[in-house]
């Protein structure tokens, strides 16, 4: 074959090949047929409240490219993240803060995006419906956030299926029924929020399990019966939020002696019983009793390794003196023992130079600064 004519058919050769790889590549990063389906029936089910939005971007028939908030695995191609955040999402279109941008509800169609990692569609406030019990089949979920919208319906009975979620979030909705038994199956969970629901029965004894749990936040909802003492199982435990709920009986003692939980709020609930010594004595810095039914005296177990931002002990039935060990506290920013029944001389020095009468007010006779009361 003569030079020119062997030059032009490598050039040839090699700009087919080039145009081979693109077509290629083109692919491997185009989602698959089934996943542009699933994600305009997604869409299909929700409105925006006005034209200049997320959905606008969603046109053609790539969806890894340029579809505002989904993400692609490069390799497969498939959908792997749906990001739906209503304030970072609109302060794109320069309406950031508005309320109800978006209405509707979660398609069941979600559910055949077998690829998903991880599903955010958080403070739309106008999206209801129920979560689709589907979604139980996404084994590669490790991400479910569904915070501030008007989700109403349960929890799915068999979540505990999701064996690689990590973070799971549904605060702020209209949820309802119980916290399912399987959930303790979801061991590498480390983030639980389901604050400010209407979710009722008890807590579920075995979710003690969640050896990796970090922060759990169970407080606005209707959740009764007692605090299960499987919890302090939790050593990776650092934030227990069970405030305004029905939990009832005592407290249990073991809560004192975890690891490292700094922060534990278990305000308005009908809990009764003693203050645990152990919860004076332990890691934890925010500590809030208050509203409760608590009785007895407050311990006297306070110490230089006593660490407190906030203690609260407000509005219980705890009688008898102050303990004068809380002056020896190493340190205690704000402490409320009002409207109880504490009787006695405020003790001095420490924390009690720095607090007003609100903090002693509505005892039966206690005395001293800052009371106007002498003793």
Known sequence: ??????????????????????????????????????????????????NAGIFNSWTGTNCCRNWLGVACDQNSGRVTEINLRAGTL????????????????????????????????????GISGDIPPCITSLSFLRIIDLTGNRITGNLPADIGRLRHLSSLSAADNSITGIIPATISSLTGLTYLDLRNNRISGPIPSSLGQLQFLSRAFLSGNQISGPIPGSISRMYRLVDLDLSRNKLSGPIPESLGHMPVLATLNLNTNGLSGKIPASLLGSGISDLDLSHNMLEGNIPDSFGSKSYFTCLELSYNNLKGSIPKSIASAGFIGFLDLSHNHLCGPIPKGGVFDTLDESSFAYNDCLCGKPLLKAC
């Open 90 to 125: 609109y302060q794109t279109f320069e309406k950031p803060h508005r309320q109800g941008y978006m209405a509707g509800h979660i398609s069941a169609e979600i559910c055949k995006l077998a690829g998903l990692s991880s599903i955010v569609i958080t403070d739309w406030q």
């Open 1 to 50: 074959m003569p030079l020119p004519s062997l030059n032009r058919f490598l050039l040839t050769t090699a700009a087919a090949t080039l145009l081979f790889l693109a077509a290629v590549i083109s692919a491997a990063n185009s989602c698959p047929p089934s996943d542009l389906a699933a994600l305009l029936a997604f869409k299909a089910a929700l409105r925006e409240s006005y």
